[in-house]
């Protein structure tokens, strides 16, 4: 009987060497004729355990990594595909504590399903979201995502059940549903993940959204730089068509739903919604003011949804479970589990789907086992590049909107990025303004001037020159920036400069007493 | 390619998708696709076919990092330029890799063969530093297995 053995497609598996360990075990099975089948599976979120190989026994999948080519015949010398002992044995992969420590919802079935196999999909609980929606109704579906207590996981938190609820109740012949998918914030690869380890689940989540707001066609806005998610969301789309999960009667229900994918070209600006849908529309992606807001008239100037890949991807599970279920995790007005990104400078980077309420520190040490330099964490930017640099001091606050809110810090997307004692805030600071005028859709003053100031100012500073002047200036050029600013781009920026600038005073050459913000 | 052989191209593409909605950025992709780059002179055309001005087409190509104007190398290095990058030795590996090519940003080698583009995340940022070559992504990057992969993709 053949053995199956899993090694994941996950473009960061890829990126360290998963293609190669395939065709090696490949290559080594034939040569010593034994009767093996590769499934590429999604990525278990263990990139430091990636390329990683499972091998699929008795007692459940097994665990080796990482792999390299160069390790596969010693593998087979140590009987691995038998569960055999090596130096590379992890033992079997949900009983890694890593792994087994999570609370998995949206991610239920990444790293364990071929995410192109609807068969794989509907076997491991696919579909039992939809088939809930379809038996009740419109406000029905809502009134799930609301109990749910449901916030927008792309940044901004706003409550999903109420933008909907907007668009269920505004009349017009077209609606749409966009599902934001510019992944740009650094740090972050949630959505990346969701995409090509669990396309499904993303459209399923986009189709009961379309059925709860009378939407027949979606947009996946996705970002050009990744490739490898626009071949496998293409490929789960015509499978999802061809099983009629999509199309002109979804599933014998007379209802409508049309999905495709668009490419953005390289514009950061274009994950806030507005800027997103001008570049649906065909245009440059300009910031629009708002109101109107989009769920009123947004592309085309219909009603329009826009949630992020994670928000509408978590829609299945709160359909399937009921919104009580999903409320019951997490803290506060913070409900539900995040997908948090351990990223930069760890031992142990990955995804870790956890309740709200997990702090920063046990993130960073109990999961991330520290920095992988081996020197103390100084620093972690959370929530992407506007986000604020936390210090050390504040690594015991719970992961928590308002908790973050509270210390002018933001959760945003869940991306977290350590940096080791080596790292120079200053420049860290000067590097947000220079990304932010790069990205700058260029609209609005504050923004489009205030950023190319910003890295002239601290460049200066980086530069120690006239420091009595010059900070005062950049933290009145952060204010004009932060009240000012049309959108989030301007009017975040000032999180990591001034954080950085506040908490850590003596990268700019300042002295602490006379650092008063 | 010859210029008539270019223009059929463009046509062919423009034809093919500008019924649907919001049919710009596809159009600009398919035609990057196919030819490298969006050349100046096919700008007059896809702007009349789409009932825009070349204003508004040229406006929008040079509003997207993505699009070029100009053909590129052979092969495209990215580097990402991100914070997790940059928190794993990112300014290191950017440095070699310009020493390395003699090029800086947005550049070509003389013989033609590497473009260097900045990118900002990779969304590989659990196997910091990341670069990506065509559509070819590596992790953990050293300046060693830079040196590994150009060789690579120079042979």
């Known amino acids: 009987m053949s053995i199956t053995l899993y090694v994941p497609c996950d473009s960061s598996a890829v990126s360290v060497g998963a293609d190669r360990v395939v065709n090696a075990i490949a290559q080594e099975a034939e040569k010593r004729g034994v009767e093996i089948k590769i499934v ?37 010398d140590a009987d691995f595909l038998n569960g055999g002992s090596h130096a590379l044995s992890l033992g079997l992969t949900e009983e890694i504590p890593y792994f087994k420590k999570q609370q998995r919802l949206t991610f239920a079935r990444v790293g364990i399903t071929d995410p192109v196999s609807l068969e794989d999909y509907i076997a491991h609980d696919g579909y039992r979201g939809l088939k809930n929606a379809l038996e009740i109704s419109q406000a029905d579906i809502v009134k799930h995502v609301s109990d749910s207590g449901l916030r927008g996981r792309g940044g901004a938190a706003f409550p999903t059940g109420i933008k909907w609820n907007t668009v269920l109740n505004t009349q017009a012949d077209q609606k749409y549903i966009i599902c934001n998918a510019d992944e740009g914030d650094s740090g972050t690869f949630s959505d990346r993940m969701i995409m090509e380890c669990d396309p499904f689940v993303l459209i399923e989540g986009m189709t009961i959204a379309g059925l709860a707001v009378s939407a027949t066609q979606g947009y996946i806005y996705l970002r050009i730089e990744y490739p490898h998610a626009f071949e496998i969301l293409n490929t789960a789309i015509a499978n999802a068509y061809a099983a009629g999960y999509l199309g002109d009667d979804v599933q014998g229900s007379g209802r409508a739903f049309h999905l495709e994918v668009r490419q953005g070209a390289g514009a950061y600006v274009c994950g806030e919604e507005t800027s997103l849908m001008e570049s649906l529309e065909g245009k440059r992606g300009l910031v629009r003011f708002k109101p109107p807001l989009p769920a009123i008239s947004g592309l085309f100037g219909k009603p329009t949804v826009v949630n992020n890949v994670i928000s509408l991807a978590s829609v299945p599970i709160i359909l399937d479970k009921g919104g009580d279920f999903y409320r019951d995790f997490g803290m506060g007005r913070s409900r539900g589990t995040l997908p948090l990104q351990l990223a930069g400078n760890l031992k142990h980077p990955g995804l870790v789907e956890l309740a709200f309420g997990v702090t920063l520190r046990e993130l960073l040490y109990d999961f991330g086992g520290g920095s992988a330099t081996g020197k103390p964490i100084r620093a972690v930017q959370v929530g992407g590049p506007l986000g604020a640099y936390l210090p050390e001091s504040q690594f015991d606050t719970p992961l928590d909107y308002e908790a973050f809110a509270a210390l002018w810090a933001v959760v945003g997307h869940g991306g977290i990025v350590a940096f080791d004692d080596t790292v120079d805030m200053a420049e860290m600071a000067k590097y947000s303004m220079e990304f932010c005028a790069e990205e700058s859709c260029g609209k609005c003053t504050p923004c489009r001037i205030g950023a190319t100031r910003g890295y002239e100012v601290m460049t200066e500073i980086v530069n120690k020159r006239d420091l009595d002047k010059n900070i005062p200036l950049l933290r009145s050029l952060c204010d004009t920036m932060l009240n000012s600013s049309l959108c989030a781009l301007g009017g975040m920026t000032p999180y990591p400069v001034l954080s950085a600038l506040n908490h850590f005073p003596e990268d700019f050459g300042v002295n602490v007493e006379h650092n008063a913000a | 390619m010859t210029e008539l052989n270019m223009m059929q191209t463009v046509q062919i593409i423009v034809a093919d998708l500008k019924d649907k909605p919001g049919s710009l950025l596809p159009i600009l992709h398919a035609v990057q696709n196919a030819l490298g780059y969006v050349p100046p002179e096919t700008v007059p055309t896809i702007a009349k076919e789409l009932n825009l001005s070349r204003a508004e087409v040229h406006g929008v190509i040079s509003f997207y990092h993505y699009f070029r104007d100009t053909p590129a190398g052979k092969h495209t290095i990215q580097v990402c330029r991100a914070e997790s990058c940059l928190s794993m030795g990112g300014k290191e590996l950017e440095n070699h890799v310009k020493t390395t090519l003699g090029i800086d940003y947005h550049e070509t080698t003389t013989d033609g063969q590497f473009s260097l583009e900045p990118i900002y995340c990779l969304g590989n940022c659990a196997c910091s530093p990341a670069i990506q070559i065509g559509n070819d992504i590596y992790g953990r990057v050293s300046t060693a297995t830079f040196d590994e992969i150009l060789k690579e993709k120079s042979a």
Do not use: C, H, Q
């Open chain 1, 40 to 76: 590429r599976n999604g990525s278990r979120g263990m990139y430091w355990l990636e390329p990683m190989v499972e091998v699929v026994t008795e007692k459940g999948r097994i665990a080796y990594g990482a792999v390299n080519a160069s390790d596969v015949s010693s593998l087979f």
